[in-house]
């Protein structure tokens, strides 16, 4: 059974960093592209970062290039999403997902993406 299980969320104020982890278990990533969403309340699910497993190859929506980085420890089967620079706007619940590299035809688009994790609550305070 496929686990992903994110960490690193709080509250933080605005101009502040966060780190989020996502410990993947139960299988070889290795063919995996692995995701951040996020999403606010009200809002639709959307694209963060991305990064593909074995490839190092990396995806950023562009509300959050230049402040977000996305990187990955494969020894510890683990993404990391470092978070500079929070704004409020950043504020939303943000899940970790893997899809199939094989199959992915649209990086950023969430359905793609096979497994999901809990999800973990970033709040930026003004």
């Known amino acids: 059974q496929v686990q992903l299980v994110e960490s690193g969320g709080g509250l933080v104020q605005a101009g502040g960093s966060l780190r989020l982890s996502c410990a993947a278990s139960?299988?070889?990533?290795?063919?995996?592209?692995m995701g951040w969403f996020r999403q606010a309340p009200g809002k639709e699910r959307e694209f963060v970062a991305a990064?593909?497993?074995?490839?190092?190859?990396?995806y950023y929506a562009d509300s959050v290039k230049g402040r977000f980085t996305i990187s990955r420890d494969n020894a510890k089967n683990t993404m990391y999403l470092q978070m500079n620079s929070l704004k409020p706007e950043d504020t939303a619940v943000y899940y970790c997902?893997?899809?199939?590299?094989?199959?992915?035809?649209?990086?950023?688009?969430?359905?793609?993406?096979?497994?999901w994790g809990q999800g973990t609550q970033v709040t930026v305070s003004s």
């Open positions: 139960g299988r070889t990533f290795s063919r995996y592209v």
């Open positions: 990064i593909t497993w074995s490839g190092g190859n990396t």
């Open positions: 997902a893997a899809a199939n590299w094989a199959r992915v035809t649209n990086v950023p688009v969430w359905n793609e993406y096979e497994y």
